[in-house]
């Protein structure tokens, strides 16, 4: 009975096996959900969920399958405030509770989003905007045959309410990082090689040697293995930047204290590279970029963060640079390119929502690195990226 949920969890982008569903119908057929629709939730989501970045994602699945609509992830924030506290509800007659019409799903949908893009302010006790202890269809704590509850505590503390509070959406891919989470992302980035003087014992070949030697002992040593990951981290800082400047501060925290790294170096720039790298933007001081470049080969990885919105001339025009006393030679567009020439292992992250980069700095500058969103997955597809690239 539970197959169109399978599809649809599959269809919604949860890649549950067929492994996975088997062992929730067995589940199921030991009744170990015991006939109840929130520990169906709870141990469907155990067995067919397989990471926690996941269980928002889960959280809609289920609400949009059992209850027949959901609130968007898109909601906005301000919205959920208003509905956290709901006023005092007012006294619906049965003449009034009479009128009210019952809307099919495809019509509760299509209002949904429509009053979503209109509301502009809270509302209680109405009977048409999103809100608390009315008529309308869309909010909570009301009154109305049909409609798409959003937000507040409930009481019955059933499973659907459990999907509709979304406790999770913090552990979502798509969301911004932590330290921890940065940290976990660019370990991935480690490549083991071993080096060094051979004084760790090879056992396999130890007992391959020892064979062939007609059971006289040989022992066979080799090099320690060792990560050979190089990083530099390139960052963006001041004037756009600066609403970022606390994200930025995580992922070069997480990459300073990083222990996988055999190198790591971090230089500042201000909206594009140019002719210095920066080790103290407020003092400028730093190396010509030449130099940093002619001090790196090609094995390193390179990591770029900025939002690259700038004037097209400050990477198109000699002296096109956004300080007026800089007077660089040569176009940023050109830097850009000399850096991602000598470290092809290149990637840029922008803080900023995919889609602003439609300006034309940003067009420009992808057409250079390849850029990602400054995310969970954004950080995790950078760094698969970086480790596809050939030398």
Not at 5 to 18: D, H, Q, T
Request: proline share 5%.
């Amino acid at each position: 009975m539970f197959s169109g949920y399978f599809y649809f969890m599959r269809e919604k982008g949860l890649k549950v096996s067929l492994t996975e569903w088997m062992t929730l119908m067995r589940a199921l057929s030991l009744d170990l959900s015991d006939s109840s629709l929130t520990r169906f939730y709870h141990l469907c989501r155990a067995l067919c969920v397989k990471s926690e970045t996941q269980f928002d994602l889960y959280d809609q699945c289920f609400a949009a399958y059992f209850e027949g609509a959901a609130a968007p992830a898109s909601l906005k924030e301000e919205l959920l405030e208003w509905l956290e506290n709901p006023a005092f509800p007012r006294d619906i007659s049965p003449e009034e509770l009479a009128k009210l019409r019952e809307l099919s799903l495809d019509e509760l949908r299509k209002l949904f989003e429509e009053r979503l893009a209109e509301q502009t302010e809270r509302h209680d006790g109405g009977n048409r905007w999103i809100g608390t202890r009315g008529t309308s269809p869309f909010g909570n704590s009301g009154t109305n045959p049909a409609g798409v509850r959003v937000g507040g505590s409930g009481g019955g503390r059933s499973a659907m309410q459990i999907a509709s509070l979304r406790r999770f959406q913090n552990l979502r891919s798509d969301l911004t990082l932590d330290i921890r989470q940065i940290g976990v992302a660019l370990r991935q980035l480690r490549r083991l090689a071993r080096d060094g003087r051979p004084d760790e014992l090879d056992l396999d070949e130890t007992v391959d040697a020892t064979a062939r030697n007609a059971g006289d002992i040989e022992m066979v040593f080799r090099p320690e293995r060792k990560n050979s990951v190089k990083l530099l981290l390139l960052m963006d800082v001041g004037g756009s930047m600066t609403p970022y400047a606390p994200l930025c501060e995580k992922l070069f925290s997480a990459a300073h204290k990083a222990t996988h790294f055999k190198q790591f170096k971090h230089f500042y720039f201000h909206n594009c590279i140019y002719d210095t790298l920066y080790t103290d933007m407020a003092q400028y001081k730093g190396k010509p970029t030449q130099k940093v470049l002619q001090d790196l080969d090609p094995t390193w990885f390179v990591i770029i963060v900025g939002d690259a919105a700038m004037h097209p001339a400050e990477l198109s025009s000699p002296g096109g640079a956004i300080d007026y006393f800089q007077m660089n030679k040569d176009p940023g567009i050109t830097w850009l390119q000399r850096v991602n020439e000598r470290l092809p292992r290149s990637a840029w992250l922008n803080p900023e929502p995919a889609r602003y980069w439609t300006l034309p700095s940003n067009l420009l500058i992808q057409q250079v690195f390849k850029m990602f969103p400054l995310t969970i997955k954004g950080l995790e597809e950078s760094i698969s990226h970086l480790r596809k690239v050939k030398l």
